[in-house]
Nanobody, 126 residues
Framework: QVQLLESGGGLVQAGGSLRLSCAAS????????MGWFRQAPGKEREFVAA????????LYSDPVKGRFTISRDNAKNTVYLQMNSLKPEDTAIYYC???????????????????WGQGTQVTVSS
């Protein structure tokens, strides 16, 4: 099993940056693909970014392309989401998720992920 714990959320002004972290427990962490999702008030949870732990595949949703970067540090069992040029529409609860299946294509749907963190709030003010 894998336990995930997000951190790094907070309140930031538009145009600013935040780096979210997701610390994972589990000896098979390096075999898992990792993803970030977010849920804004009154909206459905949506895919943000993901990467395959083989290190050769990443995927981003259109609204965050060019602004967000997903990365990992297997030695620390941690995945990151660097968020730059933040906009008010980025305001949401951000969730970290782990996919135990070694897919040839990075997953982008909630049901493809097996473990979830509790979420961390990101609020962007204008």
């Amino acid at each position: 099993q894998v336990q995930l714990l997000e951190s790094g959320g907070g309140l930031v002004q538009a145009g600013g940056s935040l780096r979210l972290s997701c610390a994972a427990s589990g000896r098979t962490f390096s075999s898992y693909a990792m993803g970030w999702f977010r849920q804004a008030p009154g909206k459905e949870r949506e895919f943000v970014a993901a990467l395959n732990w083989s290190g050769d595949k990443t995927l981003y949703s259109d609204p965050v392309k060019g602004r967000f970067t997903i990365s990992r540090d297997n030695a620390k069992n941690t995945v990151y989401l660097q968020m730059n040029s933040l906009k008010p529409e980025d305001t949401a609860i951000y969730y970290c998720a782990a996919d135990r299946y070694r897919r040839p294509v990075v997953a982008r749907r909630e049901y493809e992920y097996d473990y979830w963190g509790q979420g961390t709030q990101v609020t962007v003010s204008s």
